[in-house]
């Protein structure tokens, strides 16, 4: 019989699915790495979202391994080029949570604009303070998204009854503007953009991507919101850039000192990050602009059908 291995608590619609099709579904969600690779020789396939790390090592002893199953959209836990050239298929959800990223990114975006946080504090604490949170409008204003795959296209989507300007900039994809989007370079995106929305995943070549000569490149103030990974934006970088005033407003759902797992923060706070926690034009979320109770669903179902296509 073939065999998967849960690395991590997923929907049970996963296991149940795949049980119907043949597969014994087995949990492991608290060995370590290493106790890992002792036995995944045994496993024709592997579910994860990232809590394990699947590099080499363990998928050198991966030898009857068919596929790894990502629920989410993120593969930095996998080793997908290694994995890949031992004919191990590497699958992603990323359409299962499109939708509940989309809007998440729209709300943290109308509550920092309109100051709705410090307000919802300030009334609870008796004062009425109508002026001091006067608000800004997203009507009119040029919204710079750069990474145009699924959560990057589902804002766009989402954006488009506020008559803003939506640019959109991807590196790796060409000739894709929607109705929802008009694709620019780079460069545009400095020149032209209010807000700026991350949307990319985590590589090298994004790690601190958005740091001090990237914010500086901008021509205007901005607001800026990542739903992507923390370490794509430098904190420190970002700190600076609010102190000054290049950006006026953050919206953060992940940090750079969330855990592999992303289930807590990792150690001490350094003092950039205590910095942003003090300011009321800083808005956080722990990392849920995709956890939604529809998108535990999606995600689980569209791994799925890709695991049995």
């Known amino acids: 019989m073939k065999k998967v291995l849960f690395l991590d608590k997923v ?27 002792e036995i995944v020789h045994d496993y024709s396939g592997i579910i994860v979202r990232s809590r394990i ?3 080499r090592k363990i998928l050198s002893e991966a030898k009857a391994l068919k596929f790894i199953g990502r629920v989410g959209s993120g593969m930095e836990n996998i080793d997908v080029a290694y994995a890949e050239s031992l004919g191990i298929h590497c699958l992603n959800s990323p359409e299962g949570n499109r939708d509940a990223v989309g809007e998440h990114a729209l709300g943290m975006l109308l509550s920092l604009m309109n100051n709705m946080s410090r307000a919802d504090k300030q009334v609870r604490q008796g004062k009425w303070l109508r002026e001091a949170n006067r608000g800004t409008e997203i009507k009119g204003k040029t919204v710079g998204i750069i990474g145009y795959g699924n959560m990057g296209s589902a804002f766009a989507q989402r954006l488009k009854g ?3 300007e939506v640019i959109s900039f991807d590196k790796y994809k060409t000739v894709y503007s929607d109705g929802n989007t008009r ?11 209010d807000i700026l929305s991350i949307h990319v995943p985590l590589t090298e070549e994004t790690q601190h991507m958005v740091d001090q000569g990237f914010l500086r490149k901008f021509r205007k103030s901005i607001w800026l919101i990542n739903t ?27 940090l750079e000192v969330e855990d592999r797992s992303f289930e807590t923060l990792a150690g001490k706070l350094p003092g950039e990050i205590k910095y942003l926690m003090e300011l009321d034009n800083v808005l956080f979320t722990p990392h849920i602009a995709g956890w939604t109770h529809e998108s535990n669903i999606k995600l689980a179902q569209v791994l799925v059908e890709k695991i049995l296509r």
């Open 162 to 164: 506020f008559e803003a």
């Open 11 to 37: 929907h049970p619609l996963i296991m149940e699915q795949l049980s119907s099709y043949g597969y014994q579904c087995e949990e492991h969600f608290t060995e370590t790495g290493e106790a890992i690779a």
């Open 228 to 254: 992507s990974r923390g370490p794509v934006v430098n904190t420190k970088d970002l700190a600076d850039a609010l102190r000054s005033g290049k950006v006026i407003g953050a919206a953060l759902d992940v």
């Open 53 to 55: 790390n699947l590099d």
């Open 183 to 193: 694709e620019v370079s780079l460069e545009e995106i400095f020149r032209s953009a």
